[in-house]
């Protein structure tokens, strides 16, 4: 059974930086497209960058980028999303979701939720001002 633990989520001020990790367990599949969504009360869940763990294609959102970057570590099997910079509007709850279909990412579908076929419990990030 195939399950993502994510961690590194808190309570941090604005310009403050956190990085999230993502652990995939129970799954014998060689690479992944690995994405981030967040949700913040209220608000539908909103996509914020994927990554393909086999070496492919990344995407960031344009409203986080330069300040968020995703990478993967292949020794850790651990998927990160580096957070810089955090404004109160980060505020969400943070998921990792894996498509362990997907033989990359694609700009057409890395941001659609169906795509992923598992996905973690949330990390919760608050950012006061």
């Known amino acids: 059974q195939v399950q993502l633990v994510e961690s590194g989520g808190g309570s941090v001020q604005a310009g403050g930086s956190l990085r999230l990790s993502c652990v995939p367990s129970?799954?014998?599949?060689?690479?992944?497209?690995m994405g981030w969504f967040r949700q913040a009360p209220g608000k539908e869940r909103e996509y914020i960058a994927a990554?393909?763990?086999?070496?492919?294609?990344?995407y960031i959102r344009d409203s986080v980028k330069g300040r968020f970057s995703i990478s993967h570590d292949n020794a850790k099997n651990t998927v990160y999303l580096q957070m810089n910079s955090l404004k109160p509007e980060d505020t969400a709850m943070y998921y990792c979701?894996?498509?362990?279909?997907?033989?990359?990412?694609?700009?057409?579908?890395?941001?659609?939720?169906?795509?992923?076929?598992?996905w973690g419990q949330g990390t919760q990030v608050t950012v006061s001002s």
């Open positions: 990554i393909y763990t086999g070496g492919g294609r990344t």
């Open positions: 979701a894996a498509d362990v279909v997907a033989d990359d990412c694609y700009s057409s579908s890395w941001w659609v939720e169906d795509e992923y076929n598992f």
């Open positions: 129970g799954y014998t599949y060689s690479s992944a497209c």
